[in-house]
Structures are given as C-alpha cells and as structure tokens.
C-alpha cells in the first residue's frame, strides 16, 4: 500500500506540472494542450494545432555559437521582443512580461573551470539596451518577496565582465527565495557537474512558465509559475529537461525525456537537432 501511495504521489505531481506546462500557451502562444489527453499521444497531438506560420525567428546573428547548430528557437508570439547578446549567454527578451522568454548558454570544463576564478559581484542593473516600457527595474522587485532569479547563472560566467553582464534584469525572472537557494540552485549545480564530464560543448537553455497572471512591481514584471532548464549534449546527441515549480517546497524531480518536454511545452527548443 505504501509502495501504491508513492506511485499515486508521482504522478499526481506529473500530472500537475503537465497541466502548467500547458498554461505555457499564455506567453508562448503555441495553442491549447488538452491536459485530459496525457496518456494518449495521437489525443494530444490532436489536440495541438499546427506551429503559427508567424512563428518569429529572433534574430541572433551576432551570437549563433550559444545555440545547437546556430540556430536559435523559433517562437509563434508576436510584440516586443528583443534579442539580446551577451558574452557567455543569449537572451530573448519579451517586453510583455518583462523577462526572458528563454536564456541560451554554450558551456564546457574550459569555461566552468575560468569561472571559478571569478568573484561575484551582486550589481543587479536594469538593461539600457531595452526600453523602459519593456524592461524591469530594481524597484519592481523591492519588497516583493520575491529574488531575482538569474536564467543563465553568475556561476557559469568565466570572466569579470561576463559576472557582470549576468546580472542584467533582462535575464532575471521573480524567482521564489527558498527555491532559488535550494533545489533550484541543485539543478544548476548538478548542470555544471554534468558539463564538467562531458566531452565537449553543452548547449543548455533555461526559461520560464507562466501559468497565471500574477505580477510584481509598477512594471507587472510576470511571476513563473515553473521554470525549465534544457541541457543537449551534442556528443552524444541526448537531451533533457528539469522542470520545477516557482514555489518555496519545490523539490528536484526526475528530469523529462526531450519528447516528453517537447509535446506539452509545444515548442521546439533545438531545431534541426537530431535528439536520440
């Protein structure tokens, strides 16, 4: 009975955080899923409809190498958003929500191991580089009780001003302390171990999920209801995803498949990858 209530546990906490993943329609604009469908792929493909021939391809010519192949994701939502390149990371920046849609990373031992040497800084800025009907500014999240939770970690970042550029607003999402610090901050952590193996390069993209409307500050800097972190190893041509909610009794849990990831967030994060 203990080893069937367990079961139960897991998969009534899949089963939650596919039906928010879902919600991921409100900034994504993929169209709906059909929660109910879940256990039955031809269902829910069904319920999909086709990608939007709008599809936005952000433009990030001057810094391909973050994404797999240099071809960033496509993404069917239209208004205010903005490429942004940074040294170590890429941003696309939605000026609605105030945050990044997704942060992309390329990462080795090289890198990870030059960032060691790297002191933090702690000089969060607003980002000059957007508007200011488009961005968040420090005030937003002045007494919110929310962190400001970076997507593309201070840890990654191999050189000073690379630490510095990470703390730009434009990369940051209001991000629950306990979870930030705690098992938020394992999934980065467990990232870099993983990277440090590896054999070469590892693509990673982390971003947001908004599942409801709620917001911070005068700007209405949007608050994730979950967040995800996509790692792709093109050595070995696997991918995974971490997925976990935005709540202060988040816990670690067993990352998703890229098919798994790809079918309920509807949005294809490594085109043209071929994923084993």
């Given at each position: 009975?203990a080893n069937?209530n367990k079961?139960?546990q897991?998969i009534q906490?899949?089963s939650q955080?596919?039906?928010?993943?879902a919600?991921?329609?409100?900034?994504?604009?993929c169209?709906?899923?059909?929660?109910?469908?879940?256990?039955?792929?031809d269902?829910a493909?069904?319920?999909?409809?086709a990608?939007?021939t709008?599809?936005?391809?952000?433009?990030f010519?001057?810094?391909?190498?973050?994404?797999a192949g240099g071809?960033?994701?496509?993404v069917?939502?239209?208004?205010?958003?903005r490429a942004?390149c940074?040294?170590n990371?890429?941003?696309l920046h939605?000026g609605?929500t105030?945050?990044?849609?997704y942060?992309?990373e390329r990462?080795?031992?090289?890198?990870?191991?030059?960032?060691k040497?790297v002191?933090?800084?702690?000089?969060?800025?607003?980002d000059?580089?957007?508007?200011?009907g488009?961005?968040a500014?420090?005030?937003?999240?002045?007494?919110?009780?929310?962190?400001?939770?970076?997507?593309?970690?201070?840890?990654d970042m191999?050189?000073?001003?690379?630490m510095?550029?990470?703390?730009?607003?434009?990369n940051?999402?209001?991000?629950d302390?306990r979870?930030?610090s705690?098992?938020w901050?394992?999934?980065e952590?467990?990232t870099?171990k993983?990277?440090?193996?590896?054999?070469?390069?590892v693509?990673?993209?982390?971003g947001?999920?908004?599942a409801?409307q709620r917001?911070i500050?005068?700007?209405?800097v949007?608050?994730?209801?979950h967040?995800?972190?996509?790692v792709?190893?093109?050595?070995t041509?696997r991918?995974?995803?971490?997925?976990?909610?935005?709540?202060?009794?988040a816990k670690?849990?067993?990352?998703?498949?890229?098919a798994a990831f790809?079918?309920?967030?509807?949005?294809?994060l490594l085109p043209g990858?071929?994923v084993?």
């Open positions: 009975m069937l079961r139960f897991v906490t899949f955080t596919v039906v928010a993943l919600a991921a329609v409100l900034l994504l604009g169209g709906p899923l059909e929660p109910h469908a879940r256990g039955a792929r269902s493909a069904a319920a999909r409809p990608p939007s709008a599809a936005l391809n952000p433009d010519g001057r810094c391909p190498q973050f994404f071809r960033a994701p496509a069917a939502i239209g208004g205010r958003l942004l940074f040294d990371f890429a941003v939605s609605e105030r945050t990044p849609v942060v992309a990462l080795n031992r090289e890198i990870l191991l030059k960032a040497t002191q933090r800084h702690d000089r969060f800025f607003a000059a580089r957007l508007p200011s488009e961005r500014d420090l005030d937003d999240y002045r007494g919110s009780g929310f962190a400001r939770g970076h997507m593309a970690p201070a840890a191999p050189t000073d001003q690379a510095a550029q990470s703390f730009s607003l434009a940051m999402v209001p991000q302390p979870q930030n705690g098992p901050a394992r999934v952590e467990d870099r993983y990277v440090m193996r590896a054999q070469g390069d693509h990673v993209i982390t947001p999920v908004f409801d917001t500050g005068r700007n209405g949007r608050v994730p209801s967040l995800f972190k996509l792709y190893d093109p050595a041509g991918a995974w995803a971490h997925w976990q909610q935005n709540r202060p009794d670690v849990n067993k990352p998703l498949s890229y790809q079918q309920w967030l509807n949005l294809d990858v071929k084993r």
